[in-house]
T-cell receptor
Framework: AQSVTQLDSQVPVFEEAPVELRCNYSSSVSVYLFWYVQYPNQGLQLLLKYLSGSTLVKGINGFEAEFNKSQTSFHLRKPSVHISDTAEYFCAVSLTYNNNDMRFGAGTRLTVKP | DTGVSQNPRHKITKRGQNVTFRCDPISEHNRLYWYRQTLGQGPEFLTYFQNEAQLEKSRLLSDRFSAERPKGSFSTLEIQRTEQGDSAMYLC????????????FGQGTRLTVV
């Protein structure tokens, strides 16, 4: 079965600094990959997704992620973070373009400090 | 359209009591999903419906849990004889089955069993 490991539970960073949130996945077959953001007391919002094609995926709010098949990674990056980016970020993997087999990582808490 | 709506937002109940949560999906979405999210973890899939049919149930969904979507619109999730281990955030999501199948999440219902 597919699974996801988010390597950092917490990432503190100063405002306007770059950030990378790491995600590694495990699967014996091709996968679809997603990053979601969860603001306090809110549901999950899709940031970006990799289905096929270009390995560099651009999402909302200036985030991007790169699919690396050889390293089974899908790290999320932003060149300059804002205070408003403070949130929980979840990486997810699925085998189908569906949501019932989606497996989420444990999350990375991004805290942007002034 | 205001997105996926979940009620109540918070529920505190005594151990052994029954609780019921409601989810109103986005109106044109025929798929509806329930997830559970415990503290420090990502969401875990519980069950999903396509229209009124419940197509899959996770092993996490014990016999104390039941979900319905009687008219293919709103859904309810009932937990009978609640236990402290049921304390979690219960998330609902909905999606289309064709075209853009992105899942949109509600804000969740936070259950605390005391």
């Amino acid at each position: 079965a597919q699974s996801v490991t988010q390597l950092d539970s917490q990432v503190p960073v100063f405002e306007e600094a770059p950030v990378e949130l790491r995600c590694n996945y495990s699967s014996s077959v091709s996968v679809y990959l997603f990053w979601y953001v969860q603001y306090p007391n809110q549901g999950l919002q899709l940031l970006l997704k990799y289905l096929s094609g270009s390995t560099l995926v651009k999402g909302i709010n200036g985030f991007e992620a790169e699919f690396n098949k050889s390293q089974t990674s899908f790290h999320l990056r932003k060149p300059s973070v804002h205070i408003s980016d403070t949130a929980e970020y979840f990486c997810a993997v699925s085998l189908t373009y569906n949501n019932n087999d989606m497996r989420f990582g444990a999350g990375t808490r991004l805290t942007v400090k002034p | 359209d205001t997105g996926v709506s979940q009620n109540p937002r918070h529920k505190i109940t005594k151990r052994g009591q029954n609780v019921t949560f409601r989810c109103d999906p986005i109106s044109e979405h025929n798929r509806l999903y329930w997830y559970r999210q415990t503290l420090g973890q990502g969401p875990e899939f519980l069950t999903y419906f396509q229209n009124e049919a419940q197509l899959e149930k996770s092993r996490l969904l014990s016999d104390r849990f039941s979900a319905e979507r009687p008219k293919g619109s709103f859904s309810t999730l009932e937990i009978q004889r609640t236990e402290q281990g049921d304390s979690a955030m219960y998330l609902c999501a909905s999606s289309r089955t064709t075209g853009n199948t992105e899942a949109f999440f509600g804000q969740g219902t936070r259950l605390t069993v005391v």
